[in-house]
């Protein structure tokens, strides 16, 4: 099931990104943005947690440090529909640090020990856990395999890991994720060394031929960016990656099938801009497709912005909606 998944990522994997995502595969697995227990715990929860129930599997990704509020917090999100918790220990931003959670965790496993424990006990959906290689200096592998070892002793047996470390001091979350290099190798020792575990790996994986590849090693891929830059590559997933039969959808039907959601949305009080901004590398590549970026770019924010302007951006790729 999680043999593929699409990685959580703040202001991009949005319910509207989501619902996008799932018309274009079936079988995707998808992770909701990072959301704190205290958003959950004291904010708008309809806000921070409704979705389309079009978007299963989804699993919905938490942000603390606090064992009891995340239990809360977790619990709350089965209520809501949600197919698995995913502890965020991978997260370096400063916001972030200072409210003790994300990657900063690393350097406390028996305290995400206990906030994985808490979780597990409430709930009865998986609880899994995304994390780094390892942060500044505490980057060795011995302390990455200790780090994985005390968390397995909860019971967890799903870990997705960006094969990247964090610098929590001199480096930005945006630097963060290009600069401290990929070391896949550490990963698929990983998995040899907890045979036992579900082990996923993230971190620069763009194409069909690279997550084949990697699933040489591990049990699952999560892809980032990547799906956002260019999401009309998984429209190969469902029949390259689990054997599907039924036949890949066009961008253009993907976008006709998109319609309907926009429409119910808008009717909802969501404008455009908030929605179109996720379809604008629909066509990369494509002939026309920098003027359909440019169309919707320039058109989408206006007040009467709805369906018709979508129409009018799909002429310039030869898209008769």
């Given amino acids: ?93 400063d916001r972030v ?5 994300g990657a ?20 009865k959906i ?3 856990i995304k994390h780094r290689l390892g942060i500044d200096d505490l980057d060795s592998y ?11 002793k909860t019971g967890c047996q799903l870990f997705i890991i960006h094969a990247r470390k964090a610098f929590l001091k001199g480096l930005n979350p945006k630097e963060n994720r290009d600069i401290p290099p990929l070391i896949y190798d550490r990963v698929y020792q990983l998995k040899q060394d907890f045979p036992y575990l579900t082990i996923i790996i993230n971190g620069g994986i763009k194409t069909i031929e690279e997550i084949k590849e990697n699933l040489k090693y591990v049990d699952g891929v999560m892809i980032g960016r990547a799906a956002y830059e260019n999401p009309y590559f ?18 253009c039907e993907i976008l006709k099938e998109f319609l309907p959601y926009i429409e119910k949305q808008q009717q909802q009080g969501v404008h455009l801009k908030h929605i179109s901004r996720h379809i604008l590398s629909l066509f990369q590549g494509q002939i026309g497709s ?17 369906i018709k302007t979508i129409i009018e951006a799909a002429k310039y790729v030869g898209c008769d909606l």
């Avoid at 920098?290 to 709805?306: F, I, M, P």
Wanted: aromatic share 8%.
């Fill in 97 to 101: 640090q200072s409210g003790r959670f």
């Fill in 290 to 306: 920098r003027a359909w970026r440019r169309y919707l770019s320039e058109h989408a924010h206006l007040e009467n912005a709805g």
């Fill in 142 to 152: 011995e302390l990455l395999f200790k780090f994985v070892e005390i968390i397995s």
């Fill in 1 to 93: 099931m999680r043999k593929i998944c699409i990685a959580p990522m703040l202001d991009w994997t949005d319910r509207h990104e989501r619902f996008f995502l799932r018309l274009i595969s079936r079988r995707v697995f998808l992770y909701s943005e990072m959301v704190t227990t205290g958003a959950i715990l004291h904010g708008d929860k309809h806000k921070v947690l409704d979705f389309n129930l079009e978007e299963h599997p989804i699993a919905l990704q938490l942000a603390g440090s606090d064992p009891k509020a995340l239990a809360l917090s977790a619990q709350i999100g089965e209520s809501w529909g949600y197919d698995e918790i995913n502890l965020n220990v991978g997260c370096p931003s």
């Fill in 104 to 123: 900063c965790l690393m350097a406390e496993p028996n305290l995400v020990a206990d906030c994985i424990s808490a979780m597990r006990e409430t709930v």
């Fill in 234 to 251: 998984l429209a190969n997933i469902d029949q390259e990656i689990f054997g599907e039969k039924n036949p890949i959808k066009t961008r």
């Fill in 126 to 128: 998986p609880v899994s």
